[in-house]
């Protein structure tokens, strides 16, 4: 019997109205209209505990971004567990839009305490390939069709940019220019998963 050569898992970072969702379906398409075997997948998930952050991020006010990050991991280990780590093994490319490094930067960057979340994060292990999507707070803001998110503040997002971009400068994270015209920057994406991954795009 062949042995099936483990995929690529890929992740997309950035802030909010960066982009993340318009470029990792694009680059989904690419991969399926390549012929590769591919699954697209977000976080937070719509299992058990996803379910329950989206409801935290749509109804509740004021929720503390230590309990936050624990509800974050505990959803990443039944994400990885149950669908990443498996479709992986079966040979798929997994697509993620986020991944463990929103938790580093969003909860981390506001707690101040980046290694704290990266202890409760042990238990998943890095993508292959995590791509950070760079834009200045206020055009992602102007980008976004309203504003209604716990995150849509400019301070905020100055210091979740500022973790994301302290990340990059650690080598966890290719950055890429967010701020051009899509058609640009999905083919930035795509020279960068070329030369990375060796994948034929």
Request: hydrophobic share 40%.
């Amino acid at each position: 019997m062949r042995e099936i050569k483990r995929g690529f898992h890929i992740s997309f970072e950035g802030i909010d109205g960066s982009g993340k969702t318009t470029l990792s379906t694009n680059l989904y398409l690419r991969f399926k209209e390549k012929g590769y075997p591919c699954f697209y997948t977000v976080e937070p998930t719509f299992m058990r505990v996803g379910s329950l952050i989206r409801i935290h991020a749509s109804r509740i006010k004021n929720v503390p971004q230590y309990y936050m990050a624990l509800l974050f991991a505990a959803d990443r280990v039944e994400h990885y567990e149950r669908v990443i780590k498996k479709k992986l093994e079966k040979g798929y490319h997994v697509i993620s839009d986020r991944y463990v490094h929103s938790s580093i930067a969003y909860q981390g960057g506001l707690l101040n305490d980046i290694e704290w979340v990266r202890r409760i994060n042990n238990k998943v292990p890095l993508p292959d390939l995590a791509i950070y999507l760079d834009i200045s707070p206020d055009k992602a803001l102007n980008r976004k069709k309203k504003i209604s998110g716990p995150f849509d503040n400019i301070v905020l997002l100055n210091k979740i940019r500022e973790t994301y971009l302290s990340l990059v400068n650690m080598k966890e994270l290719v950055m890429v220019d967010a701020e051009k015209p899509l058609e640009v920057v999905l083919e930035d994406v795509v020279e960068i998963i070329k030369n990375r991954l060796n994948i034929d795009l």
